[in-house]
């Protein structure tokens, strides 16, 4: 007997049955999955009450309460918004194929949409369980509602940023410049004017900080904060229809080992060089972000410990002069270390390549590593161009090479966390890191001497020094120096070691 071929339409797969698929495929790596809830919890731990002193300062909210609840929802926007951008662009071509196999794009999308609708609730439960540990929720239906709906909008930024966003690097580059601003320059902050109350999170976070607006008009920040949610998400979900629907090079091997080099680093600095997008974050993030940074910050006294002639004591700056000083290494680290995990991992299958085709791995990581360097230096130089337009440290060469020193340091701690977290646990530690240690534990600006823990963070040597070519005429951090420079070695050193390894044909 002979089996009788079907000639109808294949049905395909549940929705249920694809979502839990889709689920499951983001839980292949568990730390992803750990890392949604560890980070939200550490940011709302060792933030909160940074934040409040920052906003404070800057002349926004000034009571801790509000600021811990506010954190949460930033937090899981943040992570829901990542989230939900490698959730889509992994795997645009492989849901076309499935809609196409019979299982239809309407239920491919809302698959992938309802799955990551669990991971922005799992990065929500994580934020609202670590602000429930530090506080006693006044209101907390309004903060858990409001909380879950600022994660379910920038689920659809990030979706609607996977969907049309090829590029892995670009597109989450894209949701966490998106983030970046409209935290940090919305109300919490002291940030007003019309243009700032477009921004997704300005009204949700008036609602959690319990501030009237006062131009929210008649649906209220509630209702507004729904609008803003749902028509995030409708928009991502036209994006993956549209991004859906089925649709209707060798290199030769030249001479010489400075040759090979020379040549493998064109090419990674060409494949580079197309990125446009790329460039113009690198180059446009720091000019757009400490501009505005100086430009809300107040002139008002701040004690900073410092040593000048051997001597230390506490001298009182402007808050102004020290908040365009700390914003070179925070800016420069950010994208240094973002740059050094996209490109070790997105070199992994071609150095691989360029091995069988008679490259050594030395010669490799000194091409990877030359384009890493470049992006340090770059964003370092912009940084520095920039604030030097309203602020003028001491010493311009001891300041500079701090800065150089703190981004190098932070490019290479991307290059050795990207292969071993993966693209999204490594993401998220690289957004978390500088965060924590530049922006919080060594920012000055919150603390006159950074904390006991500070010391044994990878910018602490760094920004010593860096403080000490901005406010005093003599170099006293010179053990700072030697611990800055341990760093950079040692995770320089790590990464080599590592990158050897990937470079061997039987890591594949």
């Known amino acids: 007997m002979t089996a009788t071929a079907s000639t109808g339409p294949q049905k395909g797969p549940s929705l249920g049955l694809l979502g839990w698929r889709y689920l499951a495929e983001y839980a292949r790596r568990p730390l992803n999955l750990v890392l949604l809830v560890v980070v939200p919890v550490v940011f709302v731990t060792l933030s909160a009450g940074a934040i409040a002193d920052f906003a404070d300062a800057l002349g926004g909210i000034t009571d801790l ?29 492989a849901d076309r194929r499935l809609a ?6 309407l239920r491919v999308v809302a698959a992938r949409l309802t799955s990551a609708l669990g991971l922005a609730a799992l990065a929500g439960i994580g934020a609202l369980g670590a602000l429930t540990v530090r506080t006693d929720l006044a209101d907390a239906p309004r903060v858990v509602g409001v909380t879950l709906l600022m994660a379910v909008t920038y689920l659809g930024i990030g979706a609607i940023v996977g969907a049309l966003v090829r590029s892995e690097l670009n597109g989450s580059l894209v949701v966490v410049f998106v983030w970046l601003f409209d935290v940090f320059f919305g109300p919490a902050f002291g940030g007003s004017g019309v243009v700032l109350r477009t921004f997704p999170l300005h009204f949700p976070t008036l609602v959690v900080t319990d501030v009237a607006s006062g131009h929210a008009g008649p649906l209220g920040g509630v209702g507004l904060s729904a609008l803003w949610a749902v028509g995030a998400l409708l928009a991502g979900t036209a994006a993956l229809v549209r991004t859906t629907r089925p649709s209707p090079l060798a290199l030769p091997r030249p001479a010489g080992r400075w040759r090979r080099i020379a040549v493998a680093l064109r090419y990674g600095f060409r494949d580079y060089r197309r990125n446009l997008v790329l ?3 690198l180059v446009g993030l720091p000019v757009a972000f400490i501009t505005l940074s100086i430009a809300v910050t107040p002139n008002d006294p701040t004690p900073v410990e410092l040593i000048d002639g051997g001597t230390r004591s506490l001298q009182v700056l402007p808050m102004s002069d020290l908040h365009g000083a700390i914003m070179v290494p925070i800016t420069a680290g950010f994208l240094a270390g973002l740059a050094g995990l996209f490109v070790a991992l997105g070199s992994a299958e071609g150095v691989r390549r360029l091995v069988l085709a008679g490259y050594r791995p030395l010669e490799i990581l000194a091409a990877r590593l030359g384009v890493i360097v470049f992006a340090a230096l770059l964003t370092t130089g912009v940084s520095l161009a920039v604030t030097g337009a309203s602020f003028t440290p001491v010493d311009w060469w001891v300041f500079g090479l701090a800065n150089v020193l703190v981004a190098l340091t932070y490019g290479m701690l991307g290059v050795l966390i990207g292969p071993r977290f993966g693209l999204l646990g490594g993401l998220y530690l690289m957004l978390a890191l500088p965060f924590i240690d530049v922006g919080i534990a060594q920012n000055a600006m919150f603390d006159a001497a950074p904390p006991a823990w500070a010391v044994y963070m990878p910018a602490h040597g760094g920004i010593r020094v860096m403080l000490d070519g901005a406010f005093t005429a003599s170099f006293d951090e010179l053990a700072a120096f030697g611990l800055a420079l341990t760093w950079l070695a040692g995770v320089t050193v790590l990464a080599v070691a590592q990158f050897r390894h990937l470079a061997s044909p039987r890591a594949g």
Request: charged share 10%; aromatic share 10%; no cysteine.
């Open 100 to 105: 196409a196999a019979g299982a239809g794009t």
């Open 279 to 281: 460039w113009v974050l």
């Open 65 to 93: 309460g509000p600021i811990e609840a506010a954190t949460a929802g930033w937090a899981a926007s943040l992570l829901a918004g990542v989230a939900g951008f490698f959730h889509v662009t992994g795997s645009r071509e």
